[in-house]
């Protein structure tokens, strides 16, 4: 089975940008892993951000954004909020199964 | 209101089988698809297969496979995860979430995960 790779961890202040990334074992992400985006924040289910690399959900605040960036699928965050602090977690398909990445905690400090 | 609503905490003893819920409402249940996700403990989430609701099919994850069988019942709109020979890495929150289906017959897809289910916790002790 394929292993999907995240930062442990990042940090970003308040109203600044960061890009989390996702990549595979298999060699570079491309739009055929059709990459998801969740938050998840303690004790709750995960929220679905994003999926086929770019296409938000009606729920999704606008300064989140996806795309394909050096053979990795990234999550961009700009104009961090302090409500953004959260797990990320990314997911790529595989042949019909999904695999999801480690997460990677993000702060807002 | 589009909602998955999931069966109760569980706690099992080692090799035990555990059979959990999850119910839709709000939405016609044979259009979609359900996704089974859990996560252990401070750990990762985890995909473990799915189910495409109007005819069945099902794809497991390898790490799962002969150990997990998801089923549906579309008449009471909901879907089943069942996991057999419980061991305590099995202690987890299993959730459950919806796909959305695309394109026309026969090359449908499935995509977005765009419902959750509130999750079920499983507890495998002895």
């Known amino acids: 089975q394929a292993v999907v790779t995240q930062e442990p961890s990042l940090t970003v202040s308040p109203g600044g940008t960061v890009t989390l990334t996702c990549g595979s074992s298999?060699?570079?992400?491309?739009?055929?892993?059709?990459p998801y985006w969740f938050q998840q924040k303690p004790g709750q289910a995960p929220r679905t951000l994003i999926y086929?690399?770019?296409i938000k959900h009606s729920w999704t605040p606008a300064r989140f954004s996806g795309s394909l960036l050096g053979g990795k699928a990234a999550l961009t965050l700009s104009g961090a909020q302090p409500e953004d602090e959260a797990e990320y977690y990314c997911?790529?398909?595989?042949?019909?199964?999904?695999?999801f990445g480690g997460g990677t905690k993000l702060t807002v400090l | 209101q589009v909602q998955l609503v999931q069966s109760g905490a569980e706690v099992k003893k080692p090799g035990a089988s555990v059979k959990v819920s999850c119910k839709a409402s709000?939405?016609?249940?044979?259009?979609?698809?359900i996704q089974w996700v859990r996560q252990a403990p401070g750990q990762r989430l985890e995909w473990m297969g799915w189910i495409i609701a109007d005819n069945g099919n099902t794809k497991y994850s390898q790490k799962f496979q002969g150990r997990v069988t998801i089923t549906r019942d579309t008449s009471a709109s909901t879907a089943y995860l069942e996991l057999s020979s419980l061991t305590s890495e099995d202690t987890a929150v299993y959730y459950c979430?919806?796909?959305?289906?695309?394109?026309?017959?026969?090359?449908?897809?499935?995509?977005?995960?765009?419902?959750w289910g509130q999750g079920t916790t499983v507890t495998v002790s002895s």
């Open positions: 709000g939405h016609t249940f044979t259009d979609y698809a």
């Open positions: 298999t060699g570079a992400v491309t739009s055929g892993h059709y």
């Open positions: 997911l790529l398909f595989y042949s019909g199964a999904r695999v």
């Open positions: 979430a919806r796909d959305q289906k695309g394109g026309s017959p026969p090359n449908y897809y499935y995509y977005a995960m765009d419902v």
């Open positions: 086929d690399t770019n």
